[in-house]
């Protein structure tokens, strides 16, 4: 009867651990994109998408908040989730990179069911709270509308009173729903002022502010658009009209076009970027040295550590060039060096090391004993073992350096067919093993072989 009792006790608690994880963390369907379209038009859901990637470190912090039980119960529930790996090349990522124009990572996208952009954030680590909140104001616009339109003080009168049974789902004060006369798509966009001739007192009217469209809008109109799309839209819509304006400008030199060049730079792979770099002088005349240093340097830090497509060596020589052309050449090695010990590419990290020792810094220990100890376990070609040992030992033997260094340097001399210089590094790093109180029984065992 125990037994029996025991057997059931662990059957529940199996099926109750599997139910409770199906609302621990959001359930992603991983990498698809059509088949999400086809999910939502069936299940009448909007759809949620998070781009990561392995190496992306603000992604791994959203883990936590996707394990949030609230949040994740309401995604389960009320959304088509979907996680696509921008790490790794696929049809899946190029589409809905080219489509939703994914430069930075974590960028977040809520989508209706035709995959229209509702809600965007780049770039950003949002709170559990804040997106449960953004979640809610898609899913229940009417209760979303109604509550963020109650009076804010009782001398309000132009606001309607407070609807009583109204759960307040608040994003901030300022933020309303409104429905895009281009996409038809239900986006959040910032509140108008009760003294904005556009105000409405209606609390169920969905309002957009719509200046024009496209090609059809004057220069002037289509600046004060980007402008007002970047501060008031949650879906990106600016981008396009930024493109559009520049479009109409034969002359970016002007004053105006500066200030709305440097404004709208985005990334390092706009032609904005390049014509800021290519134009330093003219810029930093306008806007001031300061703003346009720190502007660079944000965004080709972002570029290099965030961006979906990552730079190869000669990219990253050229982002750390416009930072500082003096340092460009080491910050751009170690820049690889460190990806790519941090991937695990180590053949490609020992390769790379030694033309940074050879060519950049000869004194970079750090970098060298990764390669030493890599090729001391795990080196084939003796001909680069041969040289990381002379790297080794020109930066150690005059160095107080732990008596691991030494126990590799003796492990390459050993591989590279060099006993006598074997035998000596191997007495060397006993020698400092016991004066650093260390074990050094594989080195003894190395020596005997000698």
């Not at 977040?108 to 035709?114: G, T």
């Not at 590419?345 to 030694?354: D, G, I, P, R, W």
């Amino acid at each position: 009867m125990k037994t029996l009792n025991l057997l059931f006790f662990l059957l529940f608690t199996l099926v109750a651990e599997q139910l409770f994880s199906q609302y621990a963390s959001v359930q992603f369907r991983n990498d698809i994109y059509d088949e999400a379209i086809a999910s939502a038009q069936q299940e009448d859901k909007p759809i949620f998408i998070d781009t990561w990637a392995e190496w992306c470190g603000p992604c791994k912090k959203m883990e936590p908040v996707f394990r949030e039980p609230e949040l994740a119960s309401y995604f389960n529930d009320h959304f088509i989730n979907v996680r696509i790996n921008m790490g790794h090349e696929g049809q899946v990522k190029q589409q809905v990179q080219r489509k939703y124009d994914i430069f930075f990572l974590p960028t977040l996208l809520i989508l209706d069911k035709h995959g229209h952009v509702m809600f965007r954030s780049d770039n950003k680590v949002l709170s559990a709270e804040e997106l449960v909140n953004i979640a809610k104001a898609i899913n229940s616009p009417q209760e979303y509308v109604a509550s963020q339109t109650m009076a804010s003080s009782v001398a309000d009168s132009r606001l309607p009173d407070p609807k009583p049974g109204i759960d307040k789902v608040k994003i901030s004060d300022d933020m309303m729903l409104s429905q895009s006369k281009v996409t038809g798509a239900t986006v959040l966009v910032k509140r108008p002022d009760i003294n904005d001739q556009n105000y409405s007192d209606d609390p169920n009217e969905k309002i957009l502010y719509t200046l024009g469209q496209g090609e059809q809008m004057p220069p002037e109109i289509l600046l004060e658009e980007a402008y007002f799309r970047y501060t008031q839209f949650s879906d990106g819509s600016y981008r396009e009209t930024v493109n559009q304006y520049l479009h109409s400008q034969s002359d970016w030199q002007s004053e105006t076009n500066v200030k709305f060049i440097f404004d709208f730079l985005m990334n390092t792979d706009t032609r904005q970027f390049a014509y800021l770099v290519d134009n330093r002088a003219l810029f930093e005349s306008i806007i001031g040295t300061e703003k346009v240093s720190k502007s660079i340097g944000i965004l080709v830090h972002q570029k290099l550590y965030q961006a979906v497509d990552r730079p190869d060596l000669n990219l990253a020589k050229k982002l750390f060039g416009h930072v500082n052309q003096t340092t460009s050449e080491r910050k751009a090695y170690e820049y690889i060096l460190n990806r790519t010990y941090n991937e695990g590419q180590m053949e490609k990290y020992v390769t790379l090391a030694q033309d940074y020792i050879q060519y950049v810094n000869p004194n970079d220990l750090s970098v060298m004993s990764k390669a030493a100890k890599y090729l001391s376990q795990h080196g084939t070609d003796r001909d680069q073992i041969l040289t990381a040992a002379r790297n080794l030992d020109g930066m150690i033997s005059r160095k107080n350096v732990d008596y691991e260094l030494h126990h590799y340097l003796a492990e390459l001399y050993y591989k590279s067919g060099k006993n006598a210089k074997a035998k000596k590094a191997a007495s060397k790093a006993i020698v400092i093993a016991k004066e650093q109180k260390k074990a050094y029984t594989k080195t003894e065992q190395l020596f005997s072989q000698l």
